[in-house]
């Protein structure tokens, strides 16, 4: 069983802050990155987040192009991604984006409430239980089980974290907004692990691009990766 290819992206303020420490959503992308993200993820069979993220942002998750929807739909696959996001307490929002926007199928993972979840949620998505603890290893041969070749992690930072730290992703794109945020207790990209990635194992760089006025780091971080 092959697992999914997976890109793990994010967009960070200069001093590596994902938001601040406001109630409302730190905007730190240029449109002209929020449209490169779009082709990412209609490129991509499911896009995966925290809950947390669907609590504090209420996220869409959909491809917004339509010429990309039409292009997927000509190519045999539907319109769009697969939405998926892990949540340990099951403290999810029925009426949250990431449940109603769009027709994709939606997967929750969660290792408590599961039978509480489905009663709650209905329709509107699959409930997968977990065990207490559950490695990315397993959530990407189960994902790659249901179809899916090619994972697109978007947060937010335990997830992220999450997944670099067990070296569970084969490509990460770091989208740099050109100011500071400069709170103290403002979320930054990961929280405290040990990364496979030091200062005696360096990140491959495949390449850097300008997207409007942000810089757009790519890393390839597994060595069967062309």
Not at 36 to 60: F, H, M, S, W, Y
Not at 105 to 120: G, H, I, M, N, Q
Not at 134 to 152: A, H, N, Q
């Amino acid at each position: 069983m092959s697992r999914p290819y997976v890109i793990a992206k994010c967009a960070m303020s200069l001093d590596a802050c994902l938001d601040d420490a406001s109630p409302t959503r730190l905007i730190l992308s240029h449109p002209d990155d929020f449209d490169r993200v779009d082709q990412v993820r209609a490129e991509c069979d499911a896009i995966l987040v925290g809950a947390n993220t669907i609590r504090k942002d209420n996220p869409r998750l959909c491809v917004r192009s339509e010429t990309r929807r039409q292009a997927r739909v000509s190519a045999g696959r539907p319109p769009q991604p697969t939405k998926i996001t892990l949540t340990k307490s099951g403290r999810l929002n029925p009426d949250a984006q990431f449940f109603t926007a769009g027709p994709a199928p939606k997967y929750v993972y969660t290792s408590d409430r599961a039978d509480a979840l489905r009663a709650e949620l209905r329709d509107r998505a699959v409930v997968i239980p977990l065990k207490e603890t559950v490695s990315p290893t397993w959530l990407l041969e189960d994902l790659g089980s249901r179809g899916i070749g090619r994972l697109l992690v978007e947060g937010g930072a335990e997830i992220l974290t999450w997944f670099l730290s067990a070296d569970a992703v084969d490509e990460l794109q770091v989208s740099i907004a050109p100011f500071f945020v400069g709170a103290a207790d403002a979320v930054r990209v990961v929280t405290p692990a040990r990364f496979p990635f030091s200062p005696q194992r360096r990140m491959p760089l495949r390449s850097v691009e300008q997207v409007g006025d942000m810089v757009v780091a790519t890393y390839l971080l597994r060595k069967n990766n062309d």
